[in-house]
C-alpha cells in the first residue's frame, strides 16, 4: 500500500444530534454533527412524526441557479 495517503483516523470521534443525543464513533473527523441519529429518527422510535425536509427544494434551486 502507499504510504502517507491515508487520512487521520479518530477511534474516539464524537457524534451530536440535533436532538441533543451524543455518542462516539471510529470516523475520519474530530467531530461530526448530524441532524438525526437512531434516538429521534422515526424508523428506530416507532412514531410517526415528520421530519423537517421543508426547504431543501427551494435551497438546492437556490444554490445551482443558472446565471442569465
Known amino acids: 500500500m502507499k ?3 491515508h487520512p487521520q483516523y479518530y477511534e474516539d470521534a464524537k457524534v451530536t ?3 441533543g ?3 462516539t464513533v471510529g470516523a475520519t473527523r474530530k467531530e461530526l454533527k448530524v441532524e438525526v441519529c437512531s434516538q ?3 424508523f ?3 412514531e410517526r412524526k415528520m421530519l423537517d425536509t421543508a426547504g431543501r427544494v427551494e435551497r ?3 444554490r445551482y441557479q443558472t446565471k442569465e
Do not use: L, M, Y
Open 3 to 5: 504510504t502517507k495517503i
Open 44 to 46: 428506530f422510535t416507532g
Open 21 to 23: 443525543n451524543s455518542f
Open 17 to 19: 444530534c440535533a436532538c
Open 60 to 62: 438546492f434551486n437556490r
Open 40 to 42: 429521534c429518527h422515526p
